[in-house]
């Protein structure tokens, strides 16, 4: 029985729609936990700078407030250790996800990013397979998902070594920063056939190359409602084929019921995998029609989900 | 003095140099077939670098301490209003601009009114200010993103007679700064403030009125660049404005405005703008990672300001 | 020859210039021991120079100085320091952020070690003492928090002070310009007992009577030369001013009691103690010692009769500042622009600038009121002191306003230019504009038509007519104290 | 004679009783916090940024600002979350280097006349590169020592208390009681009287910004301690926040008035407001706004104190 217990999200940034369609689906569905009477509260906050430090003390409070469980979207995998471990040694359950910390006591809700990025690598050997010349779009520098989708992308330019990456830029997971990059780099490279990216940077990319006069070439899109939308509009102008993939940002939710079914005594391993959301060319429009305008590719969990997920895990 | 050496003694020259050569770098790894895709990059996306930076320059010369943190905030909210306003319609672009502007108002009213009546140094009154712009933002639209309408869309992408529209509107906006800079009593009275504000005061210079006009003019600025930005990007993002943050500071110092005040300049921003575009292209053009790139962009700074900045104390 | 054998210091044609500004032009100079030297001369004649030079802060372009008798080829701050020669600067050149003892740390190279507040407090309060007896003054207060005239008091103090290193010369430049006469007065009579003991001090002032009493030679510069040395009897006030090169004009005379009372009203303030009030046309002189609240009532006057929002076409009042660098000057502008700058309201349309018509005012007022510079676009600080107050003179007199404001504006200008300066204001309020003076100085004090006398902050007396005179001020300065 | 309180004296009264007034607000909020275990919660993040502010204010006493100090910072914690740890020689040794060169840039500044801000503009790029070089993925470790010192419990006072004290102490010594204090907030004061008094600029300044990099260099170890992991954009947050602590603590721009004790005050008023909005639940879409609010509050809060100051020392 957890309707007692307090649950409490640390979310260390709220500035793009991934996250506020992160924070939304919290909100929609630990409301209606709470109404039910499954936990007691479950509270989010936001820090205001996207910054470790800062999202460390925010943890020391939520201890301070006597939380019994913390879902944590981290700034850091490792600079949060350790808050997270003094979160643990007053007896309280951490479950992070997206962002993951690397403290052994804490559960995590991981994403396999790596495969991620080789999966575009893969998908683009698929629908080019004389290979050409890749654009690579890259999120913030020093920043662990930014090194892990690359190190996947590359990964994958090793398996398929008809592409070469001739451009890597940063586009810091924005797509106005994006288009700004591409199109600094983009009139000094060569033709190029792909452009692989790490999400929310694939409209910005296609406005930089729509400025010139290339043909565009296949953009691996990140789930952006946007994104999705302009490659509706280029589908049914032109047949123009890609696909999009990203994590989907009700993963929230599920380490909302992973942390609940945790208080409930639960045994849990605490390392658990999600897939990624991907769309494809024959999915595209039901995702379209399932995504709110100007959001994200979404999917909500439910507490029978999380459940299926543990015991898969087993 | 030569006209050649007068050139020289020019704060805002070191700017363009180094624009210049970072240019001309980058277009010789194609052998110069970038050129024209190049430039006309630059001009567009130093445009938008160009108008909070004027902004920016005109809250510098007020003084030492004076600055306006709130820029990036004012972008984002002026962008996501007015885009969720004109709602795709082009007979809305006029009020959209409007609305835009109007933000910038409340934002520098607000800003002037925090350093005035609360006395809270500028660096921090527009920081707190950029908080509570950025909430606004946030709760306006929760990130959502509604596309310009068509003809402003098509307007801020295309460019007359090769040169981008948005870089038009850039300059027209430098010829009307600079015109007010130097012609007008009210260029006179904010280079006088940021020389002394008690010796303004007691020459007789409505202080106050000016240094408020003056954050006004900056956040509306802001707020234009981010109507013109989020359209030019096709949509408004929360984090739209985040990187004009250190750039409309960059650009106002590296241009060679003075950073203690009472002295500013209006080519140096232009110079600089491109500056800062270029570098980062070239850069990603020799595929340096992120690390050298960063160590580079730095450097480089520091060396067109050892260069310009030697020479004025020289000239002394 | 034996005299550069003996001096302190003896400079031998020093020849010095900024750019295209002859500011030294073979300037020979001794200073013997147990002497006082009075230097005087125009503003802009070198003196501040000469002083740089025998300081250490300026190494001249020819020329060379020796002290004791032996050349000193690598002279420099430290080497003049380590001779004893002290400096009091004419502008003020305490830090104000820090405390009375701490200044005199930094003052003091060489008094660090453990428990050095102690005996930096120690030393100038001593000294402070035996200069101002009765100052007053704590050495744990921060400067900035001290009047200016008691900044000059500490500056001064601190430069006769001893912390291990005697002084041997003590260069005093214009340090009585913020003094009151009391005040001043203690001083000199401390530069005569430091001369008795055998102290050498070189005396700069424009305040020539003071010279003339205090120095035992007077040497006279113009445009970077030395023109005339003598000793002091060999001078009188009047034989002084002609060497100086400025043709003598009469004395100063009070003005002839004119008839007042009718005009109207222009401006009345409840200011603490009897309450201010001023007519068209009148010459009103705040009096007392210094920093009794003159500046103050000055300030409260301006804000009341100026906006700080909205622009004035027609300005009420207009203000010349004494304390130039801190309320003066715009230090990055040329001459021309930091004249018009309280006038632009008439140079412009429509907010647009008359270029020309700048220039036109600018060449006119600098031809009447002698502003020695060869292009009113050279920057303001390539101006000695007392032609910048000048400046700052004419951007007051160019405007419109009925009333002018004066925060002892006379502070470092030179007796020439004093002449010419009173005669502008009194033809200006014979027209019709009434000025407001602050002055530390009775000459000046004596011009007025009227005068207010402050004590603690209020106005405790008011002299009008014959009963503006000196005793009647300095009685009315010391009321209340028990005497 | 009427007590009169010295100007450094109000300089220190008024940040002091902010901080007083926000903690009472938060032990009302959340009485739990009033306990040795709360008191280290809601303060130990504050002992890097109290040092970092120090060494803001160094540089602020000499009439600069550094814009680098969070880029610095970052890398100094990068810096000790690798070689420190793995080869401790050369991580000292690229840690004195790295004061070093602080030392360079206060010289250069000076003797070609540079701007700060941009300076360090410049340079907070090159610690940010170079930090992205050493750690391209966050990660390392703090040295066992670090960590140690970081997590000590100290009878009577927490770490944090104690770490507070202690930094306030050694900077109130340094800057305010020493010679070279004097010197420093001289330059900021009036530079030219002080190179007339003989004293070589050069030199003073070079010892200010050294001793700046000094206390950066703390803050980041200190900040690994805390954190037992680095990444490249750890603290860039720092330099906002320094600044603001030097505001809050009574710090000027120019003119060199600073306040070592106000500063870690005020580095310690900034961590409380953040707990302190934490602990009153706003929606989360003010959540960021309510960070702006406080910050002007607590401000405002010194304008009040500030004025009751001045009526009490007009009377
Ligand atoms: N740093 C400088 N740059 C340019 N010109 C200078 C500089 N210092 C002095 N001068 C010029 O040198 C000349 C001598 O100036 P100085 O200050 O010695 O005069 P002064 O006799 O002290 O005048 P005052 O009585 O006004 O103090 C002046 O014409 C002044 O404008
Ligand atoms: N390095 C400099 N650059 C520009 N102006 C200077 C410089 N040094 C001195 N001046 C200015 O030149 C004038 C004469 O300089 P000087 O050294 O004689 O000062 P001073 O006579 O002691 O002071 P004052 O300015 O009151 O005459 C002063 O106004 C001073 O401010
Ligand atoms: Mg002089
Ligand atoms: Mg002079």
Redesign the pocket.
């Known amino acids: 029985d957890t309707s007692a217990k307090k649950i409490a999200l640390s979310n260390n940034y709220a500035g793009n729609s991934w996250r506020q369609a992160m924070l939304t689906s919290w909100g929609k569905v630990t409301g209606e936990a709470v109404k039910a009477g499954t936990v007691a509260a479950a509270d989010p906050f936001t820090t205001a700078e996207n910054q470790a430090t800062e999202q460390a003390a925010q943890i020391q409070n939520m201890i301070l407030q006597g939380y019994d469980a913390i879902v944590l979207n981290a700034a850091s995998p490792t600079a949060l250790n350790g808050a997270v471990k003094e979160a643990c040694d007053a007896g309280i359950t951490v479950v992070s996800f997206d962002g993951i910390v690397t403290e052994p006591c804490a559960w995590r809700i991981a994403v396999n990013f790596k495969e991620m990025g080789r999966s575009e690598v893969e998908y683009l050997s698929k629908k080019i397979p004389d290979g050409g010349n890749l654009l690579e779009i890259r999120g913030l520098a020093g920043v662990f998902v930014d090194d892990e989708i690359s190190a996947g992308i590359h990964e994958g330019v090793k398996q398929f070594p008809q592409f070469k990456i001739v451009g890597s830029v940063h586009g810091d997971w924005a797509q106005d920063v994006a288009q700004k990059a591409v199109a600094g780099i983009l009139p000094s490279l060569p033709d190029i056939v792909g452009v692989v990216t790490q999400g929310g940077d694939g409209y910005g990319a296609a406005q930089a190359i729509a400025a010139t006069d290339r043909k565009m070439p296949i953009i691996i899109m990140g789930n952006r409602e946007d994104e999705l939308k302009w490659w509706k509009e280029q589908k049914d102008a032109k047949g123009y084929e890609t696909m999009s993939v990203s994590i989907a940002p009700g993963v929230s939710t599920l380490a909302f019921w992973v942390a609940q079914q945790i208080l409930d005594g639960k045994e849990v391993k605490k390392d658990l995998v999600v897939p990624f959301l991907r769309i494809d060319q024959d999915n595209l429009e039901t995702n379209l029609a399932n995504t709110q305008a100007g959001g994200v590719a979404n999917v909500e969990y439910t507490q029978a989900d999380a459940i299926k997920v543990i015991e898969q895990a087993k | 003095m030569t006209p050649l050496l007068r050139l020289f003694g020019k704060p805002w020259i070191w700017s363009w140099l180094a624009a210049f050569i970072v240019w001309f770098l980058t277009i010789m790894v194609t052998l110069g077939a970038s050129t024209l895709g190049l430039s006309q990059a630059a001009l567009t996306f130093a445009a938008f670098s160009v108008i909070v930076g004027i902004g920016q320059m005109f809250v510098i010369t007020l003084g030492p301490g004076n600055i306006d943190l709130s820029v990036p905030a004012t972008m984002t909210l002026a962008g996501t209003v007015a885009l969720k306003l004109m709602n795709v319609e082009n007979g809305m672009i006029l009020p959209g601009l409007l609305v835009s502007i109007v933000i910038g108002f409340v934002v520098g009213l607000g800003n002037y009114a925090l350093i005035k009546a609360l006395r809270i140094p500028p660096i921090i009154a527009t920081l707190s200010m950029s908080f509570i712009v950025q909430s606004a933002a946030i709760w306006t639209n929760r990130g959502l993103r509604i596309k310009p309408p068509s003809v402003l869309a098509e307007f801020t992408t295309s460019h007359t007679l090769g040169v981008p529209n948005v870089a038009i509107v850039a300059l027209l906006i430098s010829l009307l700064a600079w015109f007010l800079l130097e012609k007008t009593i009210y260029g006179r009275w904010i280079s006088a403030i940021g020389q002394s504000m008690p010796a303004a005061r007691m020459a007789g210079i409505p202080v106050d009125g000016t240094r408020f006009v003056t954050y006004l003019f900056c956040a509306v600025l802001a707020s234009v660049a981010g109507y013109l930005l989020a359209c030019f990007s096709g949509g408004a993002a929360l984090n739209m404005g985040s990187e004009y943050l250190l750039m409309s500071i960059a650009v106002v110092v590296i241009g060679g405005t003075a950073v203690a005040g009472g002295d500013s300049n209006v080519p140096g921003i232009w110079g600089a703008s491109l500056f800062m575009f270029l570098v980062v292209s070239m850069l990603n053009t020799y595929g340096l990672g992120a690390g050298i790139r960063l160590i580079m962009t730095g450097l480089i700074i520091i060396s067109v300001i050892m260069l310009a900045g030697g020479r004025r104390a020289g000239m002394? | 020859m034996d005299d550069v054998l003996n001096a302190v210091i003896a400079v031998d044609g020093a020849k010095v210039s900024f750019g295209a500004v002859r500011a030294l032009d073979g300037v020979t100079l001794r200073v013997m021991p147990g002497e006082c030297v009075g230097l005087v001369g125009h503003n802009g004649a070198g003196k501040?120079?000469i002083v740089?030079v025998i300081n250490g802060g300026l190494t001249p372009h020819e020329g060379s100085v020796a002290s004791d008798g032996e050349r000193l080829d690598r002279y420099g701050i430290n080497a003049a320091r380590a001779r004893g020669v002290r400096c009091v600067?004419?502008?003020l050149s305490l830090c104000p952020n820090l405390s009375i003892v701490e200044n005199t740390r930094i003052m003091h190279r060489h008094l660090g070690g453990f428990g050095w507040r102690r005996r930096a407090a120690k030393i100038i309060e001593t000294c402070l003492d035996a200069v101002f007896p009765g100052h007053g003054i704590d050495s744990s207060r921060t400067v900035g928090d001290l009047s200016i005239a008691e900044r000059q008091m500490v500056e001064i103090a601190m430069a006769f002070s001893d912390a291990g290193i005697a002084p041997r010369l003590v260069i005093l430049?214009e340090p009585t310009s913020s003094l009151d006469a009391s005040l001043a007065r203690q001083m000199l009579d401390h530069v005569r007992r430091f001369i008795a003991t055998g102290g050498s001090v070189i005396f700069i002032s424009h305040i020539l009577h003071e010279i003339l009493e205090t120095a035992d030679r007077i040497i006279v510069m113009k445009d970077g030369r030395v023109v005339a040395e003598r000793l002091a009897q060999g001078f009188d006030h009047h034989g002084l001013v002609e060497a100086m090169g400025t043709v003598a004009k009469e004395e100063p005379k009070q003005r002839s009691a004119r008839e007042q009372s009718t005009a109207p009203l222009i401006l009345s303030h409840q200011a603490k103690g009897l309450s201010f009030a001023a007519r068209k046309g009148e010459i009103i002189g705040l009096a007392g010692l210094a920093g009794h609240g003159q500046t103050e009532l000055l300030l409260a006057l301006h804000a009341a009769q100026s906006g700080n929002w909205l622009p004035e076409r027609d300005p009420r009042v207009t203000f010349v500042a004494g304390d130039r660098r801190l309320n003066g000057v715009f230090e990055l502008w040329s001459i021309l622009r930091n004249f018009s700058i309280a006038s632009l309201g008439d140079l412009s349309r429509r907010g647009l600038i008359l270029a020309d018509e700048e220039q036109t005012k600018g060449a006119d007022w600098k031809r009447r009121i002698e502003i020695r510079t060869p292009d009113m676009d050279n920057r303001v600080?390539?101006?000695?002191?007392g032609n910048?107050q000048k400046v700052l003179f004419a951007r007051a007199l160019a405007t419109r306003a009925p009333v002018v404001l004066m925060d002892d504006p006379m502070r470092?200008v030179d007796v020439g230019t004093k002449q010419e300066v009173y005669a502008i204001i009194r033809e200006e309020a014979a027209r019709g504009r009434t000025f407001i003076w602050y002055s530390t100085e009775m000459d000046e004090v004596r011009l007025c038509d009227r005068v207010y006398v402050f004590r603690e902050g209020r106005i405790t007396t008011e002299l009008a007519g014959d009963a503006v005179n000196e005793t009647n001020i300095i009685a009315a300065s010391f009321e209340g104290i028990a005497a | 004679m009427t007590f009169r309180l010295s100007s450094d004296a109000m300089r220190l009264a008024i940040p002091a009783l902010s901080l007083t007034l926000l903690l009472a607000a938060v032990f009302w909020l959340q009485p739990r916090a009033m306990s040795y275990v709360g008191l280290n919660l809601l303060f130990n993040l504050a002992v890097p940024i109290a040092l970092a502010t120090i060494a803001q204010m160094i540089v602020m006493a000499v009439n600069d600002l550094d814009l680098s100090m969070g880029a610095f910072v970052s890398f100094v914690a990068c810096v000790t979350a690798t070689f420190l740890r793995d080869a401790p020689v050369i991580g000292v040794l690229i840690l004195a280097g790295a004061i070093a060169t602080y030392a360079a840039l206060g010289v250069v500044i000076y003797l070609r006349n540079l701007p700060s801000i941009v300076v360090t503009l410049g340079m907070s790029f090159v610690w940010g590169g170079l930090a992205v070089l050493l750690l391209p993925a966050p990660g390392g470790q703090a040295p066992d020592w670090v960590r140690w010192l970081m997590t000590v419990k100290p009878p009577l006072a927490p770490m944090a208390i104690v770490a507070s004290i202690v930094i306030a102490l050694v900077a109130h010594l340094l800057v305010m009681r020493s010679s070279l204090g004097v010197l420093m907030r001289g330059i900021g004061g009036n530079q030219r009287s002080v190179e007339r008094a003989g004293w070589s600029i050069v030199g003073a300044r070079a010892a200010a910004y050294g001793l700046a990099g000094l206390f950066a260099v703390l803050a980041g170890i200190a900040l690994v301690g805390l954190t037992t992991s680095a990444d490249a954009n750890i603290a860039l947050r720092y330099t906002l926040l320094s600044i603001a602590g030097v505001i809050l603590g009574g710090g000027e721009f120019i003119g060199g008035r600073v306040s070592p004790v106000g500063a870690v005050i005020g580095a310690l008023t900034l961590t409380l407001a953040g707990s302190f909005l934490s602990f009153l639940r706003i929606s989360p879409d003010w959540q960021i706004g309510a960070q702006g609010a406080i910050l002007i509050i607590v401000l405002a809060l010194r304008l009040m104190l500030n004025r009751l100051e001045k009526r009490e020392k007009r009377r």
């Open positions: 002394r | 501040s120079t740089s600067f004419q502008e430049d600080l390539s101006l000695s002191g910048q470092g």
